[in-house]
């Protein structure tokens, strides 16, 4: 049997690379059983007969099986993959394996770390922004790495400084360049052989970073805007690119302020430096919101506290929101508004038939009424 006409019954495992609509492109494990016996088979052929298309990446479709019992398949998947085309590109999942983690913003399963990437400098770096990746990042529970990038535009002493102050922070930052190629293989080592999603505002330099650390890729790159001194936002989709030594790269679209969206008893956990503060003592209540309680541990001088009341009052906010919306005799109501536009908005609820307006049968009768009495 030659590589021209070869096809198999059998099931492949694979991973979710890509999904654009509803189909999935799925790259194949290289060291399954049946992808060995295919490239042996496609050895034997003679050389003059012309081979099918790469076998490891197939446009894959869902089954309907997995669409009816409300399986969702996501970037990052391992799943399993029957009936391929080889000469057509394509295959079907027919099952998706346990996932060991799942993010929800951006939507993709099986990541190991989070690699965040700021500037130091054009844009300049913001410690509220950045503290706030670093608590949406924590969130995941997931390990987090950050990276400092265009460390080639401040001197050695600032950016000490700025070690200094993210150490106090509870990270050890990796200052690179993409421009000159300053520590980028140092940050290609913490990768290798693991999942890993890039996150970080637009215009730090994300894009460049994956095409240094993939040279076969060129992803478009979008310029730091001079007025507003942020950049634009250069990537799409969500979708994962395999690197040199093993591992793959997640990129994000960039956005300006992720969600704030953990409940408020949990925030305190996502500052290294309030851990450390609760593993060597304990507030005296156990619900201590680190506010205003007595004999708190954490309430203190440590540089992030204001970060930490501000993310706090957003999140009770958040949280008083979404009671407000399962409760059916809630006090606040949603406005009606324009479809696409802006944020919805909330206005006060009235009391039950205390305000309505009277009818006029209701006027009348009252009126009837009121005239027999006065008989």
Not at 21 to 41: C, G, P, T
Request: charged share 25%; net charge negative; proline share 6%.
């Amino acid at each position: 049997m030659t590589g021209e006409n070869f096809a198999t019954t059998g099931q492949l495992l694979g991973t979710v690379l890509a999904v654009q609509a509803n189909f999935y492109r799925v790259q194949l494990d290289e060291k399954d059983e049946e992808m060995r016996e295919i490239r042996e088979m496609r050895e034997q052929d003679p050389p003059h007969l012309p081979h099918p298309p790469h076998p490891l990446l197939l446009l894959c479709t869902r089954r309907t099986r997995l669409k009816k019992i409300g399986q969702q398949v996501m970037v990052g998947d391992r799943v399993v993959v029957e009936e391929p085309d080889w000469a057509g590109g394509r295959g079907a999942i027919a099952d998706v394996l346990p996932r060991h983690s799942e993010l929800d913003r951006p939507a993709i399963a099986n990541v190991n770390q989070i690699l965040l990437v700021f500037a130091v400098a054009d844009p300049p770096l913001e410690p509220y922004q950045l503290s706030r990746f670093l608590i949406k990042a924590e969130s995941t529970g997931l390990d987090v790495l950050l990276c400092l990038n265009k460390s080639d535009l401040i001197s050695p002493q600032e950016q000490q400084q700025v070690s200094d102050r993210l150490l106090g922070w509870g990270y050890k930052p990796i200052f690179i360049s993409v421009k000159d190629g300053i520590n980028t293989d140092q940050a290609a080592r913490y990768l290798s052989n693991k999942v890993t999603v890039i996150a970080g505002p637009s215009g730090v330099g994300k894009s460049s970073l994956i095409n240094t650390l993939i040279d076969s890729l060129q992803l478009r790159v979008g310029e730091v805007s001079g007025k507003l001194a942020r950049g634009r936002h250069t990537t799409r989709h969500i979708e994962l690119f395999e690197l040199p030594n093993g591992g793959l790269l997640a990129d994000t679209p960039g956005f300006n302020q992720p969600d704030m969206d953990c409940n408020p008893e949990e925030l305190i956990h996502y500052f290294p430096e309030a851990r450390k503060r609760l593993a060597v003592a304990s507030c005296r209540f156990s619900d201590c919101l680190h506010r205003d309680e007595p004999e708190c541990v954490v309430r203190g001088d440590w540089e992030r506290y204001e970060h930490y009341l501000e993310f706090l009052s957003d999140a009770i906010a958040r949280q008083t929101q979404l009671h407000q919306q399962a409760d059916p005799e809630s006090t606040m109501k949603l406005k009606s508004k324009s479809k696409g536009k802006g944020q919805s908005q909330y206005e006060p609820k009235l009391e039950s038939k205390k305000y309505r307006r009277i009818s006029r049968k209701t006027q009348l009768q009252d009126l009837q009424e009121l005239y027999r009495d006065e008989e």
